[in-house]
C-alpha cells in the first residue's frame, strides 16, 4: 500500500542503505544504569543482526534460557545499531565476552538491579547517510524544515511487517481461517502486531488524505506529547490550541478489546475506515487483545542535516516505537542495497 505524504510529493530519488554504516541507531535510555545488581547489562553494536539473533546467541553463551536476557526494542538487521540487553546472573560471575562473533561489539557492561524490559528505551539517535540523490535537491532544506517544524504522520515503517510485507497477509489469513496458525510465540505476536498496524496505518492514511492527520475533529482521543496518558478532545476546552501548540498529539486505533475510544465525529471517521476489516478486528478481540492508541503525528524533536553534493546526511532523534523510514518518505523516494 502507497501511503500519502503531508507534506506533498517526493523531492528526490537516491540510496538508502548501500551499506550498514548508511544507517546507525543508537538506544537513548532515561537513567543510567549501574550500581550493582544480579542483572549485568550489555551495551552492544551489532552490524547485520537481529534483535532476536542476538539475544538468543547470548542466551546460548551465558547457558541462560531466552526468558533471562531482556532487552528494550527491536532494531533494524540492515544497520549498525547500539542498544542494550541485560542478562539474569543470581550469584554468577560476568560471562568472558573478548571472543565474540562478527557484527558484535561490547561497547559497555555493567551490573543493575533489575531486568532490562521492553520499551524502557525513551528515544532513538539516527544517523542516516542518502546517496547519489537526483531531483529537486535545492528544495531540500525547505522540505526538512517543514518536518523539523510540523512533523509528519506517523506511520509505521515496512519494518513492522516483515520480508515483503508478508506477515500482514499471513496473519489475516490465520485469523479468517484460511490459513496456518503460526508455529512460534514469537512469530504469532508478529503477526498480530503487523494486523494492527497495518489497520492503524489505514485510518491515518485516510486523515492525511483529507487534511486531518494533524487538525482537530470533534470526539478524537488525544495524548500528552511524551506521555502515555490519554483524554477525550471534548473534555477539555483548550484542545485544539494545545495541539497546535504541540503539547498534545491526536491518536489512532491500535485494535482490540477496551480502552479509552473516540467519540462523535471522530467515531464515526474510525468506524467507516475500519468497517471491512470488523471479523479481523473481531478475530482480535476474541484473542483478548487490548485495545491502544497511537499518535498519529510524529514530531522530531531534533532534526539536523547537511546536504553535499548528491550526499545528504540526516541525524535526528526520534520516540520509541517511530520509524526514521517514515520521516524519509516525506522527502524522497529510496532504494536499498542491504
Known amino acids: 500500500m502507497s501511503l500519502p505524504r503531508a507534506h506533498g510529493a517526493p523531492l528526490v530519488e537516491g540510496w538508502m542503505r548501500t551499506e550498514p554504516e548508511d544507517f546507525v541507531v543508537r538506544e537513548q535510555l532515561s537513567f543510567v544504569p549501574g550500581e550493582g545488581g544480579e542483572h549485568l547489562w550489555l551495551r552492544i553494536q551489532k552490524r547485520l543482526w537481529n534483535t532476536m539473533d542476538v539475544a538468543q546467541w547470548l542466551a546460548k553463551h551465558a547457558k541462560l534460557p531466552l526468558r533471562a536476557v531482556g ?54 539517535e539516527f544517523v542516516l547517510r542518502l546517496r547519489q540523490l537526483t531531483g529537486e535537491l535545492e528544495a531540500v ?71 486531518s492527520w494533524n487538525q482537530l475533529i470533534t470526539g478524537d482521543v488525544l495524548q500528552p506529547e511524551g506521555s502515555r496518558g490519554l483524554f477525550l478532545s471534548t473534555d477539555d476546552e483548550r484542545s485544539a490550541e494545545r495541539l497546535h501548540n504541540k503539547e498534545v498529539n491526536l491518536t489512532g486505533p491500535l485494535v482490540g478489546t477496551g480502552g479509552l475510544a473516540p467519540v462523535a465525529a471522530s467515531a464515526e ?38 546536504l553535499e ?8 532523534q526520534l520516540p520509541k516505537g517511530a520509524f526514521a523510514t517514515t520521516v524519509l ?6 532504494q536499498t542495497a542491504i
Request: with cysteine; glycine share 8%; aromatic share 8%.
Open 71 to 124: 532487552f528494550s526494542g527491536l532494531k533494524d538487521r540492515r544497520a549498525v545499531t547500539e542498544q542494550w540487553f541485560s542478562l539474569h546472573l543470581p550469584g554468577k560471575a560476568d560471562p568472558d565476552f573478548s571472543q565474540l562473533p562478527e557484527g558484535l561489539v561490547v561497547l559497555e557492561q555493567v551490573r543493575h538491579g533489575r531486568k532490562l524490559n521492553r520499551g524502557t528505551h525513551i528515544a532513538n
Open 141 to 211: 532544506p525547505e522540505r526538512l524544515a517543514a518536518i523539523a517544524s510540523q512533523g509528519v504522520p506517523n506511520y509505521f515503517g515496512e519494518q513492522r511487517f516483515g520480508r515483503g510485507g508478508q506477515n500482514f497477509p499471513r496473519a489475516q489469513a490465520w485469523l479468517l481461517g484460511e490459513g496456518e496458525a503460526p508455529r512460534k510465540v514469537a512469530t504469532r505476536s508478529l503477526w498480530l502486531s503487523a494486523v494492527r498496524s497495518e489497520l492503524f496505518n489505514q485510518v491515518l492514511a485516510a486523515r492525511v488524505q483529507d487534511g
Open 269 to 306: 471517521f474510525e468506524a467507516q475506515i475500519l468497517a471491512p476489516h470488523q471479523p479481523l478486528i473481531q478475530a482480535l478481540c476474541e484473542l483478548k487483545m487490548e485495545a491502544q492508541r497511537r499518535s498519529l503525528r510524529l514530531l522530531v524533536s531534533r532534526l539536523e542535516w547537511q
Open 309 to 316: 553534493d548528491d550526499l545528504l546526511t540526516i541525524v535526528m
Open 329 to 334: 518518505a516525506e522527502l524522497g523516494n529510496w
